[in-house]
């Protein structure tokens, strides 16, 4: 008897196939492209097989590290930024007696607009000559030269953490405010009945029970700033003078600019190693802090 493929299995295979096309049979040639001297301009050497050499170089390239470190300070101050500025909206709309579901709704706005949509948008704002930013300080007095925001290295930088922080704070806000609905009123009224000031009542109640829901944000934003490219591209093609490269537009450049696609398939995979271990430690908050409310709760 022909044996035959049990129905889940048939329903499913469509979806497996195009899955196996679009995404497993890349990433293998990529993988199997970072162990060779693959460059554009030379499709022979495809097949040149020569270990680990293209990683050995990424470890010991100077300017990889030195994106990497860039990355980390800007996922340091965008995440930090933006789970302040969320949780603090996410509080006020949780004040808010009238009005809750508008609000919600607007703060999702900033999360409408693509990565390339808001970096022209904020490449624009911050234009030394025409841009909105200059002429307000300069209409109130505040500087009496336009501030050249995309071409002093740590301006720039500034510039894109601001991109950065307004398109995806929302995100934490809305993450903070599922938890604050979600959070039940008895140990905050008991807390109040016990003489707890505001702000003990946050640190010691409020902030342990949202404190997950800020670690899932953080571990989105973590990936999503780790790979950060859109922005950067649009606003500053990492410039001036590479002063605001990060990892993954430096991987683009190696690709495409400089055609050697080996190094940067190299690049790319060291890149997301990096990324899976501060997802394991932003994980690793997550289940520490889920055990506390545990516990606490």
């Not at 995404?23 to 492209?33: E, G, N, Q, T």
């Not at 007095?141 to 930088?157: E, K, R, S, Y």
Request: net charge positive.
């Amino acid at each position: 008897m022909k044996s035959r493929l049990p129905a889940p299995v048939l329903l499913l295979l469509p979806a497996i196939i195009v899955l196996v096309a679009v995404i497993v049979l890349p990433l293998l040639f990529s993988f199997y492209s970072s162990f060779t001297p693959f460059r554009l301009t030379r499709p022979d050497t495809l097949w040149t097989f020569i270990g680990i050499r293209n990683y050995v170089n990424v470890l010991s390239n100077w300017d990889f590290w030195v994106a990497f470190g860039r990355t980390i300070l800007l996922l340091t101050i965008a995440l930090n930024a933006e789970m302040f500025l969320g949780l603090g909206l996410a509080m006020l709309v949780n004040k808010a007696t009238h009005g809750q579901r508008l609000l919600r709704t607007l703060m999702m706005f900033p999360m409408m607009f693509s990565p390339v949509l808001v970096g022209f948008q904020f490449k624009f704002l911050f234009n030394d000559n025409i841009g909105l930013v200059n002429n307000a300080l300069q209409s109130l007095g505040l500087t009496d030269q336009a501030i050249p925001w995309l071409i002093n290295g740590n301006l720039a930088l500034f510039s894109i953490i601001v991109a950065e922080v307004w398109s995806s704070t929302s995100v934490f806000a809305i993450l903070i405010l599922a938890g604050l609905l979600a959070m039940p009123q008895e140990p905050v009224e008991a807390a109040r009945v016990d003489g707890c000031t505001p702000w003990q009542t946050f640190r010691y109640v409020t902030w342990p029970f949202v404190m997950p829901f800020a670690f899932i944000a953080m571990t989105i934003r973590s990936l999503d700033v780790a790979r950060a490219y859109d922005i950067v591209k649009i606003m500053t093609d990492g410039g001036p003078a590479g002063r605001t490269e990060l990892l993954w537009t430096l991987v683009g450049r190696t690709a495409y600019s400089d055609a050697r696609m080996g190094m940067a398939n190299a690049m790319a995979y060291v890149s997301i190693l990096l990324s899976i271990l501060f997802t394991v430690y932003f994980f690793r908050k997550l289940a520490a802090a889920r055990q506390q409310i545990g516990a606490e709760w």
